[in-house]
């Protein structure tokens, strides 16, 4: 069965950086776009950035543009988002995603908290 398991969360101060990683399985990783979403505190949940199945293609969020980087490696089957300048407003729980285009089936992580404070 799809398998989705982000690391690499933790505590950081301002202007630090994170590198956040999600471990996938149980799926053909190239296949599929990937994504990674955010929710902090009280807030909905949205989405960071975008990847397409061979990585050539990304979007960002607008709050995370030129500070953030989403990239794969499909022969290990894993996502990362590159995380630099952090601000407060960064903290949230972290989450990857895939949806499988052909059924419409979502698959989330369970999330990685990363909190930005001094």
């Known amino acids: 069965q799809v398998q989705l398991v982000e690391s690499g969360g933790g505590l950081v101060q301002p202007g630090g950086s994170l590198r956040l990683s999600c471990a996938a399985s149980g799926f053909t990783f190239s296949m599929y776009a990937m994504s990674w979403y955010r929710q902090a505190p009280g807030k909905e949940r949205e989405l960071v950035a975008t990847i397409s199945g061979s990585g050539l293609a990304t979007v960002y969020a607008d709050s995370v543009k030129d500070r953030f980087t989403i990239s794969r490696d499909n022969a290990k089957n894993t996502l990362y988002l590159q995380m630099n300048s952090l601000k407060p407003e960064d903290t949230a729980v972290y989450y990857c995603?895939?949806?499988?285009?052909?059924?419409?089936?979502?698959?989330w992580g369970q999330g990685t908290q990363v909190t930005v404070s001094s």
């Open positions: 995603k895939m949806v499988v285009t052909e059924t419409g089936s979502t698959y």
